[in-house]
């Protein structure tokens, strides 16, 4: 009898340590899908509608491209909604940044479960290593993952899967521990050997994390939308407009976004329906949306900062044009503001 | 044989993606997707998720700053 082969489903990232995990399991027989979660922070997507210069060099989606490479099947999974709350309470809290890693492997192996048992799935791997990130990787904390997310040992974790207890798939015969690795650290040695092993040349290896969440400048952009807004909330438009422009609140009830080239321009043109916007006519200069409600006077300011931005900075008047978000507009004529009166704390 | 019509203007990749990939699981083999959309993203993202699942893009244009692709669902496994 031969025994139809068990199936694995992994999170996807797009980065090279879970392309070798799938490989490593791959390579013992098993069937592997991919999963890959967007949670509107991802760093993958859409960041390649911003910038123009991205543009001549069209950006892949490396989860997609990923599976591509190992000839599996990817279902990509909005959890855009359900992941605020990781966002606003995590468990563990924040690591760096506002980045809930923790919580956030826990909420994604939980929601890979619930697709795994729906699916007729056997197992989940993941490409984690012990020690590789300072909180959702340690050797305590990937236990916590395991527990949280009801998992058990149905998770494995091919490429340190020697340095942790044996799990439900190695115990059962469905995948040989002798065969898995047992790396551990930070070092990204061994994984860049065992990638030249399998033929893989080209991987994306992102800096910090799989997401905005870890980026300082992001972070501080995000707790001002809450501090401002008096609560911790988002919607998807603010997360998205936080990726982009300059972000400037020169007072506590509306902060603009100011394009910084072409592209950026193109790309908050198309938010011009649900925000109002300031546009200078009289110069070239960048198209500004306006985040929250702005009086006479904080529309002055707004349009002083913006002109001060465009190429009649120097110009003793700039004209723009105003547009609600309903489309109505008219025109404003207003003195650049002078550079010392644009206050740094202003700047997010 | 169906002929049906997404449309995923303004949304950012990867949801157009997504959205495909959600119609997709309700369609027949051999039945037709057209997908407008303006993230110029999607003219790599849906081929590469087609060719992974086995469905095939027919056509692809650029009108208006809308970038229309027409897929053919593959046969499931
Ligand atoms: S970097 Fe972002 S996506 Fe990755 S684990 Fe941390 S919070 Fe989650």
Redesign the pocket.
Known sequence: MIATPRKAVALV?GGLDSMLAVKVVQEQGVHVEGIN?F?G??VEGHTHAIRKKDRKKPKRNNALWVAEQLGIKLHIIDIVEEYKE??FNPKYGY?ANL???????IF?VKKAKEWMEAHGFDFIITGEVVGQ?PK?QRRDTLPVVQRDSGIGDRLLRPLCAKNLPPTLPEREGWVDRERLYDFSGRTRKPQIALARRFGIEDYAQPA???????DAQYSAKLQDLWSARGAKEYEMDDIMLLKVGRHIRPAPEFKLIVSREEGEGNFLQGYRYRYPSLKTVSHAGPLALIDGTVDEAGLELAARIVARYSQGKSAPEVELEFRDAEGASRTLKVAPLPPHELKREWML | MTREVLDCRRLLCPMPVIRVQDRVAGLQPGDELEVVCTDPGVLQDIPAWCRINGHRVTEMREARGEYILRLRVGEAE
């Open positions: 990232s979660f949670t922070f991802c990781v966002v690591g980045n809930p890693c923790l919580d956030c492997k994604m990130r959702s910090g994390g799989c997401c905005f969440l870890t």
